[in-house]
């Protein structure tokens, strides 16, 4: 009989470690704001996006200008900008994000290297010229979200 009870017990215990776990997990999931024109370039990314088993929760805008107070507010883990979307306020709204969101790690979805060039000039963790493989974006994403943390730390010594 006590033998029984102490099973239970044990088995109990270990339901409530599983739990959380479970619940660190979901609390470390991270949050990734796309900025790009609607259409099917965008969708394509957030779905390969939300399939990352460390994203949490993806949000898309389609301007940085005009978003610039929400975009502080969800401090998001990763930016993935879509350089195709504005021309010629590219470098401007770059920078804008950059000032925005000092520890957020930003990806640029480029057109070429002149765009690479000029996205690193202006802050981003990271570049993809257009034409990439799916798992290159897929693993691009995961290392960024990871480095937030080490970006954290570095800001703040």
Not at 135 to 150: F, P, S
């Amino acid at each position: 009989m006590f033998g029984r009870f102490e099973k239970e017990c044990h088995q109990k215990e270990e339901r409530r470690s599983d739990y959380s776990e479970k619940e660190e997990m979901v609390m470390d999931k991270k949050v990734v704001l796309i900025i790009g024109r609607r259409g099917e370039v965008r969708d394509g990314i957030e779905a390969l996006v939300k399939a990352i088993t460390e994203v949490g929760e993806v949000i898309c805008f389609e301007d940085v200008s005009l978003r610039s107070e929400q975009i502080t507010r969800l401090k998001p883990d990763l930016v993935i900008f879509d350089s195709s979307q504005m021309e010629e306020d590219y470098r401007r709204r770059l920078r804008l994000l950059r000032r925005l969101l000092p520890l957020t790690m930003i990806l640029a979805l480029v057109e070429g290297e002149v765009q690479k060039r000029v996205s690193r000039e202006c802050g981003a963790d990271s570049v993809l010229v257009k034409g990439f493989r799916s798992d290159l974006l897929i693993r691009t994403v995961r290392r960024l979200v990871k480095g937030r943390n080490d970006k954290e730390s570095r800001f703040s010594k």
